[in-house]
Every structure is written in structure tokens, then in C-alpha cells.
């Protein structure tokens, strides 16, 4: 049984929801929390029954960082050793699509891990920052990167170099969340995206996810012809068939996966 995170693998149909759980120290990130969280996504990606997952924190805190006072004494050699980006990397390898419910703080690997997630719903009192460079250090789960790719780069020079937070307004206004509601509503509007994409096939979905991938990791004519034997390949699928029959017959299609 995990420690730090709750686990709801139905809160929808073929909806999965993980809850970080360390409220009093903010949600901080510490290894054994994303140890958990790695795990399980994997047994949730393995799972027919999930399609969707959503990823949340609490009212308070989506998480604010990585564990500080576990971090405070580490050597560069413990930290090469622990090699905790290994954790961070079989995340970002998650194939069904992950939802970020954010409400109040999302620091440092925080947000870093909220823009791992595919898409984000955020509450008006949410508040994202990367605010490593006021503790001496830097973002190094991708926040240097995925947020320079988000806001673009002054905003992003801003946040990093300063370590300014932004509230909900600014980060929906960059590009940074989906959407921004009433913190009663923020679960539940990230689980309601989380079901419309439920409902899709999910094999198409998990190509449709890597496809968009692509666009951060390739040079555009390369990515271009993975969109394209991807888009082919779907084609082999009865979900293919079902979908494209049910549109002819005007019903709602029912995607079984094959
Ligand atoms: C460990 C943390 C923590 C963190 C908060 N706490 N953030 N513990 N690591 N990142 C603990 C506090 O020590 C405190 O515990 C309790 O949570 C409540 O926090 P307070 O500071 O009392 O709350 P508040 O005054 O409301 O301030 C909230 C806050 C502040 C603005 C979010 O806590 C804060 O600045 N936290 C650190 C944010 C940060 O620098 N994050 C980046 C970390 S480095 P006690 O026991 O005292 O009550 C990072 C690098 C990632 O993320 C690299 C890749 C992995």
C-alpha cells in the first residue's frame, strides 16, 4: 500500500485518480512519494480499465517541490547516485493521458510535474512558480525547458530567474492551464475532461498522445512522418471500424480498445 498517495483507480468510469498526500508539508516531492507515484502509473497504464488519469493534490498545495529538508544535505555525488530522474522519466513515459487537478501551490517540482501532466485544470487560488533560485539551485525535472516551451522565454526567464510565482489568471493567460474554475469545481472539471477522453478509443488517444509529444521532441518533417504512421496504423483497429460505422449510422460509437 503506498504511503504518501491515495489511489482511486474508478473515481469516474475508466477515470483513475492518485491524490498526493503529505498535506502538512505541502505535498513536497520526496523520493519515496514519486517512487509511488511511478509505480502506480505503471500498473494504471497496464489497466484496461483506466483511460484516463488524474493527478491531484489537495486544496492547499498541488505540491510545493521537492522535499527541501530531505534534499538540504545531499551531496552532487548523492544526488548523482540516488539518480531520482530515473522515477521522473518512466512519469513522463506514462502512455494514457494524465490530467492535472491543481488547486493552491504547484513550485518548483510541483509545477514541474504538473507540466509532465498532459493537460491541467487549475482553481482560482492556484499559484505556479519555480522558485528554486531563491534556495540556491535551479529546476532540474524539466522546468527550465517545459515552461520556456509553455510561456515562452521572457515569462519564463522571469519566473526561474526571480522565482516569482503567477497566479491562475496568468497562467491560463500563458498557456500554462486548460482552464481556470471556483476551487469547489477543480476535481471535478478535471475529472469531466478526464471522461470525455475516456469515452474516445483509447488506442487512438495513446497515438494521438504521441504524436503531440513529438512536436517538443523532433524536428518538424520527422515528426510529421511518426504523426502520419501513426495515423495509418490506426486504420488496423476495430476502434477504426466503429467509429467511422457509427458516424455513417448516426449512433454514438463504443470503443472497446481493439
Ligand atoms: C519540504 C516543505 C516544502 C518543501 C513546504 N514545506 N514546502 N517541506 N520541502 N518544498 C513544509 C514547511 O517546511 C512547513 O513545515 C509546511 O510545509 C508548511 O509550509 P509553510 O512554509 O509553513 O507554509 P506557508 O507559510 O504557507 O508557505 C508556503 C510556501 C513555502 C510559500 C509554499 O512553504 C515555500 O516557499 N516552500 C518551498 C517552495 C520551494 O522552494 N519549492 C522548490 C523546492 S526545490 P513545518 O514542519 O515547518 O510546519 C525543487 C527542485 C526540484 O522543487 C528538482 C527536481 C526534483
Not at 488547486?103 to 509532465?116: P, Q, V
Not at 471522461?195 to 488517444?205: L, N
Not at 497515438?207 to 524536428?219: D, I, R, Y
Request: hydrophobic share 50%; with cysteine.
Amino acid at each position: 500500500m503506498p504511503e504518501f498517495i491515495l489511489v482511486n483507480p474508478q473515481i469516474a468510469p475508466y477515470v483513475a485518480h492518485i491524490q498526493l498526500n503529505r498535506p502538512k508539508e505541502l505535498n513536497a516531492l520526496n523520493l519515496e512519494l514519486m517512487l509511488e507515484i511511478k509505480e502506480v502509473l505503471i500498473q494504471l497504464d497496464a489497466d484496461e480499465n483506466v483511460r484516463a488519469i488524474v493527478l491531484s493534490g489537495n486544496e492547499r498545495a498541488f505540491a510545493a517541490g521537492a522535499d527541501i529538508k530531505q534534499m538540504a544535505g545531499r551531496t552532487a555525488v548523492d544526488m548523482l547516485k540516488i539518480d531520482q530522474f530515473t522515477t521522473w522519466d518512466s512519469i513522463r513515459k506514462t502512455k494514457k493521458p494524465l490530467i492535472a487537478a491543481v488547486s493552491g501551490f504547484a513550485l518548483g517540482g510541483g509545477c514541474e510535474l504538473m507540466m509532465i501532466c498532459d493537460m491541467v485544470i487549475a482553481s482560482e487560488t492556484a499559484q505556479f512558480g519555480q522558485p528554486e533560485i531563491s534556495i540556491g539551485v535551479m529546476p532540474g525535472a524539466g522546468g527550465t525547458q517545459r515552461l520556456t516551451r509553455a510561456v515562452g522565454k521572457v515569462k519564463a526567464m522571469e519566473m526561474v530567474l526571480t522565482g516569482k510565482f503567477i497566479n491562475a489568471e496568468e497562467a491560463l493567460k500563458y498557456g500554462l492551464v486548460n482552464k481556470v474554475v471556483p476551487i469547489e469545481h477543480y476535481l471535478n472539471e478535471a475529472v469531466n475532461l478526464a471522461s470525455v477522453i475516456a469515452e474516445k478509443s483509447p488506442i487512438a488517444v495513446q497515438m494521438a498522445k504521441e504524436s503531440v509529444l513529438k512536436a517538443f521532441e523532433m524536428p518538424l518533417q520527422e515528426a510529421l512522418f511518426f504523426e502520419r504512421k501513426n495515423f495509418y496504423m490506426l486504420f488496423a483497429t476495430e476502434d477504426q471500424k466503429e467509429g467511422m460505422a457509427a458516424f455513417v449510422e448516426k449512433r454514438k460509437a463504443v470503443f472497446k480498445g481493439q
